[in-house]
């Protein structure tokens, strides 16, 4: 496309516009019709400018537009990504730390073992997107939305995810220790042998039809928490200090065996 871009972009407009006028003065009825439809779309598409496409060449600045690019491997730290369009960028394992990405859209990217440590990600959308072994630490993404987000094994310590959307994400093996998790929706996630032990939160958080096979939940306060039901629990790995919603019981297998928690 870049190459067929660049052999028509380098033929003048008033070329074309002459070719045009050469045929028209030659040729009668509906055929000249179409071929003046068809010479004026090639004469507009050769006098577009190239800044309509995106152009991952360009430095990162708000609001770049970054759409697909491949941007794997790089040292990107500190860099400003406020309201960027970066729907299905490769930033697999490149360094993103103390990055901002407030308000981008991350859609369908990848960020397999990424760096993204103290990162502000205040209401982006990571939605679909791939991000094994992603290391999150401390990033601050409240109001994020990860929604059906491959995030196995990706580690969130220390992070704010005040109302961040986890619906459908796979979390297996993730790992939430001291995050800060207050209303949050982890509605059918997969979070086998996920970590929330650590996670701080006060009020409800969702956990609809979510996996809990092995997650560790010891000393977890669960009793605010909605939608949790005792199938889950008899799947979990807590303790005594878990405190548990209305109605349900602990489990008599608390707490799991240790090849469970590997």
């Given at each position: ?40 779309a090639l004469v507009w598409f050769a006098a577009a400018p190239a800044s309509q496409a995106q152009n991952c060449r ?20 500190g860099s400003d990504f406020t309201r960027a369009n970066l729907t299905g960028t490769d930033f697999s394992y490149t ?76 979390l297996s093996r993730a790992v939430f220790d001291k995050a800060v998790i207050t209303g949050a929706n982890f509605v ?75």
């Open positions: 496309m870049d190459r067929m871009g660049r052999r028509f972009t380098a033929i003048p407009a008033k070329v074309l516009s002459g070719f045009a006028f050469g045929i028209a003065s030659k040729q009668n009825g509906a055929f000249q019709a179409r071929i003046l439809l068809a010479l004026a360009s430095d990162p600045g708000p609001s770049i537009d970054w759409r697909g690019c491949n941007k794997k491997t790089l040292m990107l730290d360094d993103l730390r103390h990055s901002i990405f407030a308000g981008a859209d991350l859609t369908k990217g990848k960020m397999i073992r990424a760096l993204l440590n103290n990162a502000s990600a205040d209401n982006a959308i990571f939605e679909r997107v791939e991000g094994y072994r992603a290391t999150l630490q401390d990033v601050r993404a409240n109001g994020a939305s990860f929604k059906s987000g491959e995030l196995q094994r990706a580690n969130f310590t220390g992070a704010q995810l005040r109302g961040a959307n986890f619906e459908k994400a796979d059918y996630a997969n979070l086998s042998r996920a970590s929330l032990s650590s996670a701080v939160f006060e009020g409800s958080l969702d956990f609809k039809n979510a996996f809990f096979l092995f997650v560790r939940i010891e000393g977890v306060d669960l009793s605010q928490a909605e939608n949790v039901t005792q199938q889950q629990l008899d799947m979990a790995c807590g303790d005594n200090a878990t405190k548990l919603p209305a109605g349900l019981t602990m489990p008599s297998q608390w707490p799991c065996p240790e090849e469970a928690k590997d």
